[in-house]
């Protein structure tokens, strides 16, 4: 038995090139499997529960596989809807294709599986942090505004075994969406495992990440991978590589239900674009285990940005941005009566040191220079006052050698920019589970459901 | 053929990235065994200097099969937080990039 499992690309609503679907269908895909989210572009995601994609990107990539999927009568699978898996961003996922089922008369059945827990449904006795966090303080807990489990396969194998034919997951590892239909199938999950991590990133294991995404051929001793597009190539190298990419071990990573090993794995070229997984194990956990994920709002920002250009401050750029900094606090103090408890600021000068800051190796004289301050406080009123307080030095700070004021470069009017709440990840912890579909709700949506 | 005076003169390609929230890391992909065999100097201290992080959190993988060598260690600062000037982590290879290799 042999179980094909369609990538199109790494993150819905990234896009692809609509002909690689169409070919992933003649090569004979079984299921289509997109990721639909990511920590990766912080925490603001979960903490305010919206997407970091736009609808209709989103909505050009649903089209294009729900077509797909109606036509081939293979599931659609999409996991961490709506970028960190909130129930909000489940229900703007399932809204989007909902819309497209219907503009395009197509006849699939929707599941949702929600992923979103409330910290009071949640027994702080059998949470435990993973490294490098300490242990859960419940009151972190509460602080958060949303906290996701992360779900392996088997609530979007249930969700299939239920006549899904769409299944649009809250939080899911990257793996559990293409991992579900195979193993339910039946196939071993050393393979199974290793070929979803292989096809997470989409064409990422290739040597053209940019030209879409990969179909992963399962099977009893190991399975093949091939990118969609028949001018890529997947090459052992490649495929190898990708089991370093975000990950902290590239040779295990643990599932909700067990830890996939690739020590032992083996890569053959089977041609001059196709490669041969073998030797991948699943060694189950004795106890199943979710991760958690949360955020919490830790304050307000409001960001100035103001940029340098004359030579002669930018010869002496350290002394200026010592100087500002040290001036910040004069002026905040007595303007506005606050002290370094109030309220906290991050100046940043991009072109010179920015992103790098303390690590810097190399601080040679600057062209021009950006210069970012972002002032972090308790509420937005806070932090607005505290950048409209210092917007005259932004604008007039001359270096110490200076006997008159030079006018800086504001690229923007107004110059403050609110950014509203600012938000951390709080939450690195696993907790354990009777059930590995205990803490995930799934519903069937029928097409009368608002 | 050039003089090589970093790794990344060495190498196909030095990347970093986040590894989830908590964590931040990084590949050096090496040309070939050669330049594998010249970055063995490569070592906890070694990174812990670079970064300005603790040693004893540093995990350090050789792949020989692939001419690479992983690093991982603790986001030393908290990712999207105030002093977080590098949401994704990915341009926090150049420190590493840039080391100098002796000849």
Redesign the interface.
Known sequence: MEVRVLTPTGMLGAGFPPETVTRGLELGADVIAVDGGS??????YLGSGTAKTAAAAVAQDLRLLLRAAANARIPLIVGSCGTSGTDSGVDWVAGIAREILAAEGLDLRIAVIYSEQQAAGLDIERIRP????GPLDPATLESCTHIVGMMGHEPIVAALEGGADVVLAGRATDTAIAAALPLMKGLPPGPVWHAAKIVECGGQCTTNPRAGGVLATIDQDGFTIEPLDPGNSCTP?TV??HM????????SMREPAGTIVVSDATYTALDDRRVRVEGSRFEPAAQHTIKL?GARI?GY?TMSFTAIRDPHILGQIDTWAALLRKMIGEWVARTLGLGDGDY???L?LYGYD?????????RSPPKEVGVML?V?AADQQTATAVAKVVNPLMLHLPTPDMNYLPSLAFPTSPAETERGP????VL?HAVDVDSPTALFRIHRLEATDA | MPETRTIADLALEVRSKNAGPFWVTMEVFLRDRAGYDRIAFLDAPVVARLYGVDPATIQIFRIPALNVVKISFPRPVSQGSLRDRDIHAGQHHVPLAQLPVSA
């Open positions: 920590t990766d572009s912080g925490p603001h993973l490294p490098p966090s190298y190898a590589a370093l990419y975000e990950t902290v071990n590239p040779h994920e830790t920002e906290d600021f991050d940043r920015a992103i790098l800051d303390d690590i810097e190796p190399d972002l972090h600012a938000y951390e990840f690195n």
